[in-house]
């Protein structure tokens, strides 16, 4: 029988929803739920075009889950090097609250999806981190104001690797990064 507890702990995951981005929507930043919203979004796209043989659902609910951690731990943008030092203990703190405030019937799967997303090891969760990795590139592009400080050579260095086994992440992330140079996306001052 469905316990109004259950439900009640459904609300955690809802968190996400107050959990923001760098990344600007309008006149406000981005949540990391609208965040995972648009990575599904991309990976039905990609998933439609791509040659490697992937399970689609598994893709899916590794971006629907893979940054629930951050209802407790936070959003790490990529250019913050020091908040990102101590990024993997928090994430962990995070984990091992969460598990114990979700429903009982989502645990196991929760556990499951986020560890194989961190272990990047199969196609599923090496598609789902490139994917995440590309969704603000493409979500940023509305908002040039955003790139302040940002360079090509940073892009690469810290998202390149993910897209190699996907040839058409890959050429996306190139067309992309041709679009910003010709667009003079990196040609801004520095962070603040």
Known sequence: ?????EIIKLR???GLKKVYRANSVENRKESAAEHSWSCLILADYFLSITDVKLNRLKVYELLMYH???EIEAGD???HKEQ???DQKERELKALNKLKNEIPKKLKAKFLNLVNE????????????????????EIHELDYKKDWK???EKFLRNEKEKYFEEFPKLKQAFEKILNYLNEN???NQRKWI
């Open 1 to 5: 029988m469905l316990k109004m507890e």
């Open 12 to 14: 955690k995951l809802y």
């Open 67 to 69: 940054d629930i951690v």
């Open 76 to 78: 790490t943008p990529i």
């Open 83 to 85: 908040e990102r030092k």
């Open 117 to 136: 997303f961190e272990e990047n090891k199969t196609k599923e969760a090496k598609f789902a981190q490139a994917i995440d990795k590309l969704d603000a």
């Open 149 to 151: 400080g940002w360079t």
């Open 184 to 186: 003079n996306y990196f």
